[in-house]
């Protein structure tokens, strides 16, 4: 993700230059990284054979780099890493926008679509740093705790990693757009239900004994940008 001369804008590029509603585009990186951190499921996107095939995987991003992964014998990982390009979307719902008019309901939201190579991380230094933010990724914190990979277990990975070539954002906030003849229509509730992504109370594991305390991390989970309590109250 190379940066403009401006410093922090990350595009746009040829194929990421937002045309419908461009107003809601953001080609700086903090926005893009933001997005990036905050989400840690993805949807990956490649040709197989002239075919669009699309799969939601988890990921991490490390610089200008999202590490995904999988088993070695994953098809789509295998055939990502032989085509030219591969598209990768992230989506925040940060709310439901219910308006007036059937017609201008939307979605508050914060995504972000990339564009780039997908090569296989054969290193096995950079394959074990790939693994282990991954893991902080999704858990921040985690890793540190956690026994590490063995040897097997890495060759039992297969990691892949996308070069962002050029990204983009897009973000909708506020409340409903309706028309202004529609606006005395005071009996239809109209405005937003916000969202986040709240965790719920962790259970430990049956299989065997946890004899380890709840870590703070888990029990005060949060994406990062997320703000409020971590869970919902009792
Ligand atoms: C949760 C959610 C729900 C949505 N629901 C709808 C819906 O119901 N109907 C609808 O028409 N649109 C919806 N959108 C917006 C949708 O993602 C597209 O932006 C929109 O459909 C315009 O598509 P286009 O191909 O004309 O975009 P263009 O503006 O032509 O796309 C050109 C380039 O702009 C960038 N871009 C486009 N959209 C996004 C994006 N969302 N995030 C980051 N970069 C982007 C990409 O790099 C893309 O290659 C939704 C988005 C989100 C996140």
Redesign the pocket.
């Known amino acids: 993700m190379s940066s403009t001369a401006a410093g922090d804008e990350v595009g746009p590029g040829p ?6 509603l461009p107003e809601r585009a953001r080609y700086d990186r903090a926005t893009v990284e933001a997005v990036l951190d905050e989400g840690f499921v993805c949807h990956l996107g490649f040709c197989v054979d002239g075919e669009p095939v699309v799969i939601p995987t988890g990921y991490a991003r490390v610089g200008d780099v999202i590490y995904v992964h999988g088993a070695p014998a994953n098809y789509a990982l295998r055939r990502a890493v032989e085509g030219d390009s591969v598209c990768l979307t992230v ?1 925040l ?1 940060d709310g439901l926008v219910l308006a007036r008019s059937a017609f201008h309901h939307s ?1 508050n ?1 914060r ?3 990339v564009f780039g190579v997908a090569h296989e991380v054969e290193d096995w230094e950079e394959k074990r740093l790939a693994l282990a933010a991954f893991v902080d990724h999704v858990v921040p914190g985690r890793n540190a705790g956690t026994r590490p990979p063995s040897e097997a277990e890495l060759r039992a990975t297969r990691v892949v990693k996308v070069e962002i070539m050029e990204a ?3 973000v909708r906030t506020g409340g409903p757009k309706d028309e202004p003849e529609d606006l005395g229509l005071g009996g239809i509730w109209a405005g937003e239900l916000p969202f986040r992504v709240v965790a719920g109370s962790p259970i430990a594991d049956g299989s065997a004994p946890v004899t380890a305390p709840v870590p703070p991390y888990v029990a005060s989970y949060r994406r990062p940008g997320v703000e409020g309590e971590g869970r919902p109250p009792a």
């Open positions: 194929r990421t230059r937002v045309r419908r989506t719902v979605i939201y995504s972000v679509v983009s954002a897009k």
